[in-house]
């Protein structure tokens, strides 16, 4: 089993518009002057890819000519290995996913699909609701994409209310289509977002908060109990027990942008104690 | 494009801050954002931070002929660009009702109140005078850019400098002396600073429950949810030099005087501020001019002064 980084070595570091990352064909005829043992990155991708492997380009990576991944966006290249959900039975080891994405940081947004985004409600239409997302054009929200929701019993959402939920359609030539219910028709965290707060954060200090070890939302969840919706259209929803120390969040949040992680303890321990 | 929308959850809690005496940055009602000044190497030009609300300005100068009922007054122009960098709500292109607003604005607070001398601008009377141009841009809206615009102007012409005209000889016996000015450059002649007789700063005011609430220096979020607001302009003097009030909001006659108590002390840091990082900018270049600088390459840098006074962040 390969790991991502032997796919694709520059796993890390900075990538700008127009470089190479992969390609999926080239490796066969792998050098053998590398000696036996060494296998180039190429090799390997193309070898994971013939064994079933599947990859997955994010935001900043485009397929060139079929066959090279290149980069489209400047910033860091990151991506994880993972299980496909398709993978069942006998051939369930093979079905490796590779997700590839290149982190920047930018105020826009730009829809992709399977994407949770936080989206303000800003008018109904027929069966469905007209949903801000932050990017060009504004999703559609239909009233049927919700726990529990049939024709007769339609959620009553309030123009003006936070919506926590899943892109289903985005490409650029459609309106984005936004669901609040997972494979199994179960909200799962989505819906409507009640009370709380939202703060406005670039797409990579999103990306941070999303990564395993969020640092700044650790540090604070020492102190108390914090919730959090974090959609990556920028826009995340945070809600406390008391306005004070929803502040707080707001504000750590914010600050832990450019700051390393002893940096974040210390500003978090400063703002709890000021408290 | 469209402002995003505010969300009910956003206004419902910074209304409810604002109600209880707690802001959403963490700052006290009366407390200002941080201000940051940094001045660029070209004469005029500067940036003003305010918390994450920037402003840029340009002063620039032409000789120009002065009008005919003002002949010995020069003229200073100020002009407000609201780039959609700034905000996804500013649209390119012909001025909007917002910026018009703040370049009146601008132009009441330092240009109305006889701050600039127009007299000194003069060359020739009734021939040739200094038309200043203030060229401001909003490059990062988050609330309050009418007191961050403000300070910048005032900045940007007490850094600017003018060059020095001279006559030439009139033995030849010339009908136009304007069309022979010599105008010297920087390099030939120190150039010369602007007559700035006071500093006028504007604070703002957000009101909230018919001015029940009130907060200074709104951020963005806060002069939505925000009813009306109040803008004082002021100098050191305690001098008033402009009030500009928007919105619907009802105000009596005692708030607005409370609003130009705190305006006052808050004009008198902001000026401690302004003048003390004009007076290093002034040293540094002076310092660099004659070679004592740490290094010849921090030339091409800015300077830049922070002001953390009364700021919980």
Redesign the interface.
């Known amino acids: 089993m390969a790991t991502i980084d032997e796919l694709f070595p520059r796993i890390g570091s900075v990538v700008l518009p127009g470089d190479a990352l992969g390609d999926l064909e080239a490796g066969d005829s792998a050098d053998p002057a590398d000696g036996p043992g060494s296998t180039t990155s190429n090799s390997s991708l193309h070898a994971f890819t013939q064994h079933g492997g599947r990859l997955r380009l994010g935001p900043g990576l485009a397929q060139e000519g079929g066959r090279v991944i290149a980069a489209s966006r400047a910033g860091v290249l990151q991506g994880s290995m993972g299980a496909a959900s398709t993978g069942t039975g006998a051939n369930a080891h093979s079905s490796q996913v590779a997700r590839l994405y290149i982190a920047s940081s930018q105020k826009r947004y730009v829809p992709a699909k399977d994407e949770l985004v936080v989206g303000?409600i800003?008018d109904r239409m027929g069966e469905a609701f007209k949903v801000?997302i932050?990017a060009?054009a504004s999703a559609s929200l239909s009233f049927l994409a919700f726990e529990g929701a049939t024709k007769r019993n339609r959620p009553n959402l309030?123009i003006?209310?936070?919506v926590y939920g899943k892109l289903a359609v985005a490409n650029k030539d459609m309106e984005p289509e936004m669901v609040c219910i997972d494979a199994a028709d179960k909200a799962a965290g989505m819906g409507e977002?009640?009370?709380?707060?939202?703060i406005?954060i670039s797409s990579g200090l999103t990306r941070r908060l999303l990564s395993r070890d969020p640092a700044v939302l650790i540090a604070l969840g020492k102190h108390f109990a914090l919730e959090t919706a974090i959609g990556l259209n920028g826009r995340t929803?945070i809600n406390a027990q008391t306005?004070?120390q929803?502040?707080?969040i707001?504000?750590a949040i914010q600050?832990s942008e450019f700051m390393t992680v002893a940096q974040i303890n210390a500003m978090v321990q400063r703002?709890v104690q000021?408290l | 494009m469209k402002d995003t929308p505010l969300s009910n959850n956003e206004r419902s809690f910074v209304q409810g801050a604002m109600k209880s005496g707690l802001r959403v940055d963490g700052r006290g009602v009366y407390d200002f954002r941080r201000i940051r000044i940094a001045y660029q190497p070209e004469r005029g030009h500067v940036e003003v931070q305010l918390g994450r609300t920037r402003v840029m300005v340009q002063v620039s100068c032409e000789l120009t002929k002065p009008f005919p009922d003002r002949p010995a007054e020069g003229a200073v122009q100020f002009n407000v660009e609201l780039s959609p960098m700034a905000s996804p709500a500013f649209e390119p292109g012909r001025p909007s009702e917002q910026a018009i607003e703040l370049s009146r604005m601008v132009e009441r607070v330092v240009k109305d109140s006889n701050a600039i001398d127009t007299t000194s601008l003069c060359v020739i009377s009734g021939e040739a005078v200094w038309n200043i141009r203030v060229d401001l841009h909003a490059l990062d809206h988050d609330g309050n850019l009418s007191d961050a615009l403000c300070m910048a102007a005032l900045a940007g012409l007490i850094h600017f400098r003018k060059p020095e005209v001279s006559m030439p000889s009139l033995s030849s016996g010339d009908e136009s002396v304007a069309g022979n000015l010599i105008i010297h450059d920087v390099r030939e002649r120190e150039p010369l600073p602007l007559s700035v007789h006071h500093m006028p700063l504007c604070v703002t005011f957000a009101f909230l429950d018919d001015g029940e609430h009130m907060v200074v220096d709104p951020t963005f979020q806060e002069e939505r949810v925000a009813e009306g607001y109040l803008i004082v302009a002021m100098n050191i003097h305690r001098e008033v030099c402009a009030v500009h009030k928007h919105g619907s909001v009802l105000l009596d006659a005692s708030q607005i005087s409370r609003c130009t108590k705190i305006a006052a002390i808050k004009v008198a840091e902001m000026t401690e501020l302004l003048q003390k990082s004009i007076d290093e900018e002034e040293q540094l270049r002076a310092n660099r001019r004659a070679g004592k600088a740490p290094a010849a390459a921090k030339s091409n840098k800015s300077t830049i002064f922070e002001y953390q006074g009364s700021i919980v962040q």
């Open positions: 303000i800003t801000d932050g060009a309030a003006g209310a936070l977002l009640t009370g709380g707060y939202l406005h929803w306005p004070q929803v502040v707080l707001a504000n600050n703002l000021a």
